[in-house]
Nanobody
Framework: QVQLVESGGGLVQAGGSLRLSCKAS????????MGWYRQVPGKQRELVAT???????NYADSVKGRFTISRDNAKTAVYLEMNSLRPEDTATYYC?????????WGKGTLVTVSS
């Protein structure tokens, strides 16, 4: 089993910044990618940013230029630096790890951006 623990969410004013962290543990042996997704009530979960094992990154158009995904040297932790936050970024952010065709999810961390 793989466990993912997120941290770093909270309340911030529009224009502010937050940094989310996600630490993976457990049966980690062949990670294909890690990333962040977000979801608001009543809507589907959407991709925010991903980073593959060979380091290419992918971002949703809505966050390009404002968010940056990175990971640690051990490749078991992933971070999301969020700048110039907007009220529409308000959501629960979920960490994702893809390994051997299985997607693992954290419990989520709430980000609230006030206007």
């Amino acid at each position: 089993q793989v466990q993912l623990v997120e941290s770093g969410g909270g309340l911030v004013q529009a224009g502010g910044s937050l940094r989310l962290s996600c630490k993976a543990s457990g049966s980690i042996f062949s990670i294909r990618a890690m990333g962040w997704y977000r979801q608001v009530p009543g809507k589907q979960r959407e991709l925010v940013a991903t980073i593959t094992s060979s380091s290419p990154t992918n971002y949703a158009d809505s966050v390009k230029g404002r968010f940056t995904i990175s990971r640690d040297n051990a490749k078991t932790a992933v971070y999301l630096e969020m700048n110039s936050l907007r009220p529409e970024d308000t959501a629960t952010y979920y960490c994702n790890l893809a390994q051997m065709g299985i997607n693992y999810w954290g419990k989520g961390t709430l980000v609230t951006v006030s206007s």
